[in-house]
């Protein structure tokens, strides 16, 4: 018994290693899973100034490092109008280590403007100082948390707001940055770093430029054997156009505006900040509790986990009317950011209205269960949830979504759902996930769900958009003529059947194969939907099972490693590796891709 065992187990080891042969043979070399903890240097010199001319308003991150904090101090730097402008968001923590001469510069109003110049609001205190710098001034503003000891009365999201601008030109900057540095701060409490863990932040893009957010762990090893649905972000913008043909048009230029990679969703605060406000937009000083820089939610950009919101297809005076909106489809990385906030429905649904709907939410992230209606502690800062409650989070939410049914479009809310122990009023399928500053679909979506009789003129709009703009061939590793899902009928159902599919491609090649076959016109559409209901009827009866078989399992370890080989030609670019090197991943990622697409039947 003993040697026949022996003698299987020889085979075995013979039969593993003609398999690493063959694919090292074939060219299928598994590829090197990301290390977000890489370093790279970070050489802030006049050539990174002088970068940022070549792509105007554009920002770049400068990372430094502060005494006792366990996290960089990030700043960002943009060129434009003939001038640099530095700005940041100091906490609480960090602004104990400015200099006290800081609070004793003049005090100003604190104001933004519209793109027109004029104020859009006005509120708090700032403090304005400058100072002279390679024969250039620089002018510095900043909203300290208090004012002679007291509470500043200026709005959350603008407390610790820190801008520099200056005219010095890109050689002279370096040394204007050092003088900042050390007019803010003691000697060596705050220091520009040397090596930066880069593929924290900029892991999913081809080069250093643009707002970032740390990932915390890559989604692949978060996962750990759990299913978990993809994000979703529905464009509401152009929801008060109530001619179908004008608002698939106008939906149309704007998502794919959105893949270009200088033009990211923004959250209000930044819009305000850099004076991207609409002319025609103001704030009702006197019914803040109503709005969302008064209740502290205008950092954010709000993804739902799962199908997306269901409601905000039709202009606000016309309920009868609802002409759907596209979505961008998330990779899953984006759950694993660092600076996440999730809630199981709509934030306007909480129990606190105002600025106790910040601390509420803030409450949430640390006990998904909790009683919220008390505050035992408030929070100044945001406070982002912990691996653990967010994996907790996100199995509940499974669980929730699942029942309620991925094809589910009613618009009513649900009175005193349980999530995690707590009764909610809302709809879990209007839950939030909730970045900060800034998302960009260009880097992070890989699919966007289009309306019913869209997807020609969306592949036309892009290509010619890559023909403009120089845009990528893959979006998101994603090639643009499978990026694009069109819904397989009208309305938010047709939507919610696209994000099922979707769900197949994903967990289930055999499920996908069969509704490839009915929209290749091998089936009634009748047909399709009752498809399609008796996935989501399956989903609901097995859970995570079914997104947990062998057949799944396997999907998902082909597309890590399709995902990891794409983030590794991203890498070279960011590191200017030689041109060989750039082509060889390159096709490397293709060659997988490709494959993947042809055995599928996608292709």
């Known amino acids: 018994m003993k040697t026949k065992c022996n003698h299987v187990n020889l085979m075995l080891r013979l039969f593993m290693a003609c398999v690493i042969i063959t694919l090292s043979l074939s ?115 900043y909203v300290p948390y208090k004012i002679n000891r007291m509470e500043n009365d200026a709005f959350i999201s603008d407390r610790g707001y820190l801008r520099a601008i200056t005219k010095a030109g890109s050689k002279e900057m370096p040394v204007v940055l050092a003088e900042l540095v050390e007019r803010l701060f003691p000697a060596r409490s705050v220091l520009i770093k040397n090596l930066v863990k880069y593929n924290r932040y900029y892991f999913d893009r081809p080069d250093y430029f643009g707002y970032i957010n740390r990932l915390t762990s890559p989604a692949d090893e978060a996962l750990n054997n759990r299913y978990l649905f993809y994000p979703t972000h529905k464009i509401t913008y152009n929801r008060n156009a109530a001619e179908a043909g004008q608002k698939h048009t106008l939906d149309m230029k704007l998502a794919v505006s959105f893949l270009r990679k200088d033009y990211p969703i923004i959250s209000q605060d930044i819009r305000a900040k850099r004076s991207f406000v609409e002319d025609n937009i103001s704030l009702g000083m006197d019914k803040l509790d109503q709005t969302d820089i008064g209740s502290a939610q205008n950092t954010y950009i709000y993804l739902s986990y799962g199908p997306g919101i269901n409601y905000y297809d039709s202009p606000y005076t016309l309920k009868n009317i609802a002409i759907p909106s596209p979505r961008f489809v998330f990779d899953r990385n984006v759950l694993f950011l660092e600076n996440a906030q999730f809630y199981p429905k709509n934030s306007w649904e909480s129990d606190g209205t105002g600025i106790k709907r910040f601390y509420e939410i803030n409450e949430f992230q640390k006990k998904l269960g909790g009683d919220l209606k008390f505050f035992n502690a408030r929070h100044e800062e945001p406070v982002y949830m912990a691996i653990p409650e967010r994996l907790e989070y996100l199995d509940k939410m499974n669980t929730k979504i699942t029942g309620y049914g991925l094809l589910n479009d009613t618009t009513e809310l649900i009175f005193n759902f349980k999530f995690c122990g707590r009764a909610h009023r809302g709809n879990p399928v209007n839950n939030e996930l909730r970045l900060t500053d800034a998302v960009y679909p ?162």
């Open 27 to 141: 060219g299928h070399v598994m590829a090197l899973a990301m290390d977000p903890d890489e370093n790279f240097v970070q050489k802030i010199d006049g050539g990174f100034f002088e970068s940022l001319k070549s792509r105007p308003s554009e920002p770049r991150a400068i990372f430094l490092s502060c005494r006792g904090q366990k996290n960089e101090l990030i700043i960002y730097v943009v060129y434009e109008n003939g001038r640099y402008e530095i700005f940041s968001k100091l906490g609480r923590e960090i602004e104990k280590h400015l200099k006290s001469s800081i609070f004793n510069s003049e005090k100003r109003i604190f104001k933004t403007y519209r793109k027109n110049g004029s104020v859009f609001y006005k509120k708090g205190d700032s403090l304005a100082f400058k100072f002279i710098a390679a024969d250039s001034t620089c002018e510095v503003l």
């Open 442 to 603: 260009a880097f992070s979506s890989i699919s966007l769900i289009v309306p019913a009789g869209t997807k020609k003129a969306y592949i036309e709009s892009y290509k010619n958009s890559m023909a403009k703009y120089n845009l990528p061939e893959y979006i998101g590793g994603i090639h643009y003529r499978d990026y694009f899902i069109e819904a397989p009928a009208s309305g938010d159902i047709g939507m919610r059947m696209a994000y099922l599919k979707f769900l197949l491609e994903n967990s289930s090649p055999a499920l996908a194969g069969i509704a490839r076959s009915f929209e290749a016109g091998r089936g009634s559409g009748e047909g399709y939907f009752v498809f399609i209901k008796a996935c989501e009827t399956l989903m609901k009866k097995e859970g995570c099972f079914f997104f947990s078989s062998p057949a799944a399992k396997a999907l998902q370890r082909e597309n890590a490693e399709i995902r990891h080989a794409f983030f590794d030609y991203l890498r070279s670019m960011r590191t200017n590796e030689t041109p060989k090197k750039i082509k060889k991943k390159y096709l490397d990622f293709t060659s997988l891709y490709e494959r993947k697409q042809l055995k599928s039947g996608a292709r």
